[in-house]
């Protein structure tokens, strides 16, 4: 590998969240579901106007009532957080588990004081030459959004900075516009991965063609797994925002539509890239196998090339090292030279044999 | 396989049940098809209200009209039993008749009396590693549940003890909510199944990697029957709750909907996983082939090398083991020095060669 | 293979019928297509009420009225015979034309006077392990159902007993009924067929993984072109039973959809099942490759222990065998003895790297 | 192969019509697409009611307006003659394109004054033992029909002798009839090519089991190559018979339909005829591949067994042609006896060793 | 190869696009995605009607209203000349975001003043043998269109002359008419390039069939990236082609539906031509798979011919090379020509042997 894309491509996940430990409480109770943590929440509160800008490293409900309000919780292990937070806008319990399900397939609600979205964010991570991934749920109303991740981190950086340098529309906008802009960012780091991913398929490709290693059809594996992971997150984005752009809601303006038919736009295309990427990744197994093969011919073509050549040799010497009173041709003066000769015969003879098969 | 999370996957069933049997008879004769079983049906009644818990370890009719009852029958072999409660319910013959069939496909009947459903029952047996799946059919009506199930055991425990120790909002709810909550209970329990074998995947994969085996391809023809089973078990699963959802009938009520749609949310999730994990035993399929080619590769290696070194040696030592009179080489001082200095030469070169080819 | 379930798996015809010879003949040309067949035609007529049962070893169109009237005509090659009863019945020439075409695809159509149905009927044959197919073609009027064979000997027999010894509600209803039971005697033959296929798909499985023989894969390709077959018999019967179900015709009445309904709930499970075995069957064609490499893989073993183990210590005998006039080693007082040790330790440190590879 | 059914599968066609020719000129320009043709284009005129059949070897547009005529053109290379009967029977000129172009897809479009069809003719060369495919696109308006075909040469033959002999009801109807006429006459052709194919199927499968050569391989991937091209001379048909039974169209009477219900069947036989098989020519490709490995096997068994037996005997003759001064062996008196026991010993225990492995 | 038609099938683009670079930009945001690229952008106005037609080398405004107007743009990455050009006419920044996007999936948008289409141009360069893609941007209202281009060199030479020479019915034609002849005439290319891609597979499928080399494999997983890469050009293509056709605007004038019709047609035809190449491709694959086994069958019947012949021969000299006291045979007067005998003897035993395994 000339250059380091990717180590071995996977999800970068500390540890498998179980599902399991929920199927002894009842529906709507809020259990946290994914990778262990521990430690404090992150909170965070972002508020702005066309004219106004202003941050809190904590939840703040007491902002004027015309700013839109975004506020952020890296965490959410901490139920009774969770709860407080579900309290204040009135999110159903069954949601509430959602958001604390981080297996939870992405998905869009409508209810009468908010819109829920769950999705899946994709990251790339430079230094690690690694893709991670982590749950987002998305609460929108009137001039808030809510959002909820599973670690401190995220892909909104130029969300943040657009709001805090007044960039593009998104501080003359209202909160629907906001919850695009996240969407959006969320897509656009699908588009990085998938690029990378895109590289990486082809120097595995190369490598497989050029030198196949027992360990390159386990990364092949290991891309049909992360492939089929993204196509799940992807496909029910897909619908997701086909249902922002088709249903009614109080909380969503006609002039973000346009924007979310962007989105959808981007949506179909990481979708079609990915499933390109799966053919392509299939094509590698198949690429793996037939060098496999080829390798064989050539190790098989050796084995058989000496052998043709040496065994009836060696047979030939075998004749003239008997013992047998009466064998002429030991006695005759030019016998070891005829005996060469023969042998220089049978070896061009082989030799011609082995070219006309193109094994040479 | 470092740790036992199941042994070699299956559906464990006693044996087949066969379906020829019922051929000679009219539609809607009531006949058991399935595992052989014998001895008593085990009954259970359990009553409840807000303020209000009774069980009773037979069936009882007699009980105020004002608490939900949830009768429930432990073998469904005893056709005299069946139809008692077949026209206590008003169940049309062929229903009963489904009840009765143990190979019955998952659906859901709407009734004037009563809404019919049938599902598969999926558990994991933590002692013996293994998946076992049952037939359960349930009747809904005003206030009145009724569970048909082939063996007693079964995966409605926190089911129970939430209706005895009154958590969440069940002991407050009206039988339709009973009738959900033993779905999501069957749903939880296929999260558990699909993670166990997602583990068993992964273990797999490893061992087909490493070192596969013959018995490693049969693993995988099993997963493969498994999974098209659960498939099966899981695809119509969906289609019912889809109906529950948008058909009308009295005995579901408008407040259930919100529940039905979370299940039916898990139920999406569980098929997307079992597909993934289908295409994942493909990969292993496909992995356990190339390793099986690698090691032939390996093992062609070995000869090629060894045959490559030794059969020219052989032939050499052959030609000066012949009885020609005149072989001036035998008669040279340093000949059978000379003779080892050749095959160090050859030794040394067909070893840089194997080299250069990457064999060694 | 422990027990005979099925001989070699395929759909027994004596000769495929050639459809060609029909193409010069005016649409509504009824020209027999099948399997060569002479003799007579055997018919036969079955009337009953609640009350009343007879039978007759011909059609016997004078019977009152208010009878149910089942004429059946084992035989579709007398093109004579089918032309009188299309004249009686009023049946459109075309359809004629299909009754007399054992290569028809199953379909059901609606006409004014009549409903026609168009079937494939699966038997199992006990004795000699095959499965038989033969076309049924029906016809559906008021108090009347025809059905036309192409050979004698059908999968009703169990409809005649009930009809015979009044069992199930067959003799209290009309010919839609009859109608039904015959459509759904045809399906549970399915059932039995498939279940043999089952059988057979494990006894193959086992064969393969244990002994693949050459064999093998054929029965694998003949099982392919039996499912197909099958699924091409069952897919457009779901789609007849499903216009039965939805179409209104006066000879439907509404108490007999409840029937139709099972029938096509049977259905989908007999697709389902077919669908779950072609998969399976596809597994076994990559369990049949995979143990073919395998084999090969232990046949190049013992060929690569056998040579690597032999060919060095024959180079090493050929060395001694050499006749230079100064081999020191030949005068040693324990050079044979050494010769050996040197042999028993190659022997031994071979053995120990093929244990270590796993290949002993 | 037994009998010559089909030489190599293959649409015969003397060259690849080029499209790109045609790319410089203006949409709606009539160019010839298709392989190369010169000489004169042979037309005919048939003309007819109940009780009146007439025959021109020309184009006469002059007979009597309740006659029903069919217009023949054999040749479509003629431009002018194209653009002439394009003005009187007024054709859009894309559609004359389409007429010209022979690798237009099979389609129909509804105008006001005709209804357009292109359709695939398949006819089997008997004498050759070959397929062949033809473009016509037919016209049908009031009374009139006129077909446009590539070659002299076609599948109409049967329509033109019923019309002559007043065989069936083509005589007593319009020109609808012949229209359908001239597609169910297509259809029939398709049978009998089809018919072909599987018996080819076969026979190609018993020479792949029984002995496949590097040919066989090339022969799948030719019935891939004409099953594809047959799929989509096929599909596009069945959607158009679909809107000739569904849209309106005051050329097309409603006592046709039945016809054309009957032709829409066959279509949907011939569909799912070419995708069995389409399935089954992959499983020939699975033998193929097989059956290779299977020889393979063979091979190496011989390989082995000879090896695995000879090569230890020829390493004990080896040391004992040692010329060690002290071997003991060589000098006692039945040493060359114990040998030739010792030999036999292994001879026998190696056969027993390959019998127990099942590869003698 | 015979004749060189295509170099190793791709699409040649100088670089890979990276979409990354426009993550932290506002949604809205202009930015060139493409192919490095400096230097002027070239532009070019025509403008025409049925009796005038001038050509400018720059984009010129200033024309009279009832001709129709044709404005050309080689070169997108100059991002102000894209702004000024939006503005004119009034383009939403989110398309101008896409035009100059040179990864955006094909599609139409209809805004209010203005029809919106994105197509992948591709064009067959007959010097290089290679297929090149490149993204037009296409706006039309009334009387005027404007396409935007990625390089200089486009497929629209026709388009130009047949205005230049009024050839057609494009100079009394309105703007969508020109609309439609760019998107016909990229279509035509599309025919151009598939020709040459199923003439490349024919020629590979020979090389595969005869010469299977290590590359061929890799030239058949590029084929399958082209395919893919074609396919995700068209399909939405057609998708666009059909919205043109159904969608209501102001600027699609009725008597041009006809020909959108005739562009869908051909869109179909392309994209079937693609699929059917995608399987013809793969089927190449299992061909270089089973020329590659076949190969090896005949490397390893050589080596098996050779050694089984040798290897028995060369133990019967290696024991009459032996040094035992007693071996009867070596003083034998005629042991030297019975050795030989018993030699020839199994020389001619095993060639018939191979001659029945049909080996030779
Ligand atoms: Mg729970
Ligand atoms: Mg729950
Ligand atoms: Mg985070
Ligand atoms: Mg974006
Ligand atoms: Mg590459
Ligand atoms: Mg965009
Ligand atoms: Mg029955
Ligand atoms: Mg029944
Ligand atoms: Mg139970
Ligand atoms: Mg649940
Ligand atoms: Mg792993
Ligand atoms: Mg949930
Ligand atoms: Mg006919
Ligand atoms: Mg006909
Ligand atoms: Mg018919
Ligand atoms: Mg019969
Ligand atoms: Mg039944
Ligand atoms: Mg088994
Ligand atoms: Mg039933
Ligand atoms: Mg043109
Ligand atoms: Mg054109
Ligand atoms: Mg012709
Ligand atoms: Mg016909
Ligand atoms: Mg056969
Ligand atoms: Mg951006
Ligand atoms: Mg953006
Ligand atoms: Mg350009
Ligand atoms: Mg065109
Ligand atoms: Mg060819
Ligand atoms: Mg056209
Ligand atoms: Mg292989």
Redesign the interface.
Known sequence: MPKKIINKLRIKRKA?P???Q????????ISYVGVHREGEVVTETIAYGPEHYEKHDKIVYSLPNDYVKWYNLDGIHDIEKLKKIGKRFDI?P?LLEDVANT?Q?P?TEFYPNYVFQCIKMISYDEKDHDIEQEQVSIILNEHEVVTFQEQTGDVF??VR??IENN????RTSDSDYLF??LI??VL??Y??AI?KI?DYLDVL?DEI?N?PE?ES??K??NN??VL??LR?SVYPLRESISRLLKEESRFLQPQTK??FQ?AY?HC??II?TIE?YR??NT??????????????????????I???I??????L???????????????W?H??MY?WIICAVMFVGLIVFFKF???L
């Open positions: 498998a179980k599902t399991s929920t199927v002894f409480t009842p529906p709507g109770t159903h069954l297996t397939r998905k950086g130029s900075s657009r960039h593009g529309r998104i695009y802009a959006d960012s656009d780091h588009f990085i690029e895109g490709e063609f030198d027992k059809l386990n092949v594996q049909k797994r089929i992971n799940r346009a924007y962007d736009d179909i295309q079609e390109s053919e392509i094509g590698l197994k198949d690429m793996y196998l037939s060098s496999v093969s080829h390798k064989m011919n050539q190790i098989m073509q050796v084995l058989t000496i052998s043709s040496f065994i009836p040799m060696t047979f010497a075998g004749i003239y090292g008997m013992n047998f009173e009466h064998i002429p041709e030991l006695t003066e016998g070891y005996f098969k193109k094994w």
